[in-house]
């Protein structure tokens, strides 16, 4: 459903994943410097809620998805994944609950789904799920902390940092551009929507749309589902464990894949940055190719997921790509606009490394016996 907010003057609906929000209101560059200082309010009317009562729901949550929620404490973020039994990404959340019911937001189209599949998985379990996505609103805000007592259900976005159980890919906390994004998203009544933005806006701020949003989220290498996972997406590719992978949990479906290309396998794939020749009026879209080479007599080596252009850093994307593509690469990204191809240089900035090795990787043992060895870092292929 279309936002009111779209009724603004200046707003530019955005499409794909964001349809039904605006991509700015008439001033891009202006709102994404205001997001980036923090003084913006973002419409993200768009996700999808999702709302899971009863006794049962932190134990049955934590058995059937990749976090450790079984002791989660209210107005406490955490992230959750579905994983397929093969260990691909199949549903993502954001996680937090108010002492009641446990509320996950998820991408507006995969709200219906996650409710689905949850309410097949229950069996005897006494919870209650509710897809609330027509009743509540999630407004956006570059604030840090969690939801205090007495405001509305708020999950705050902790990435990069690593949660409890999980592990990075990529270089530590306080040398990651994601410690530079607060993110949070409140959670109101639909018919508050415009009372919540104006309160904010009273105050000073700007309302932003999405193109600012995901400039700053490529900056920050942050993975979303409805743009850097496709079918056969595992969370080490995306770095994903620092914040929705508990390693030391008990069983749950995909585990299996978790632990064994965490333990002595790599990922087959790797997420890079790409700083794109800015020189041409036009950027290539989501879905275009990346190439070692150039596309005549080069090799495709993986696609773009999202592209933004940011207010300093210029074009810019996220991409998926081989993870024997070396570091120090140049790739050129061929993709089509407007019928003709487009061939653009892009310089890669590594996300996760091409040794696929995460940073507290367990120490692999010596020989087991004449000419066994365990598989190790230097192993020639990724056990998937």
Known sequence: MDSPLLTRHGAVPATGADEGVAWHYGDPVAEQRALARGGAVVDQSHLGVVRVAGPDRLSWLHSITSQDVQALAPRTSTELLVLSPQGHVEHAAGVVDDGEATWLVTEGDHAAHLAGWLERMKFMMRVEISDLSAEYAAVGEPVAAEGAEGEPVTWWDTWPRVAAGGTRYGPSETEHPGLDRPWRLVLVPRAGLEAAVAEREAAGWTLAGTWATEALRVEAWRPRLSHEVDHRSVPHELDWLRTAVHLHKGCYRGQETIARVHNLGRPPRRLVLL????????????????????????RAVGTVTTVARHHELGPVALAVVKRSVPEDAELTVVGDVGGQELQVAAAQEVVVPGDG????????????????????????QSLL
């Not at 700083?275 to 080069?298: I, K, M, N, R, T």
């Not at 995460?358 to 192993?379: C, F, I, K, V």
């Open 357 to 380: 090795v995460s940073a507290d990787r367990p120490e692999q043992h010596g020989p087991l016996a004449r000419g066994l060895t365990p598989r190790g870092p230097d192993a020639p």
């Open 275 to 298: 700083h794109l020749d800015g020189s041409q009026h036009v950027v290539p879209e989501a879905g275009a190719e990346v190439f070692v080479g150039g596309a005549a007599g080069g």
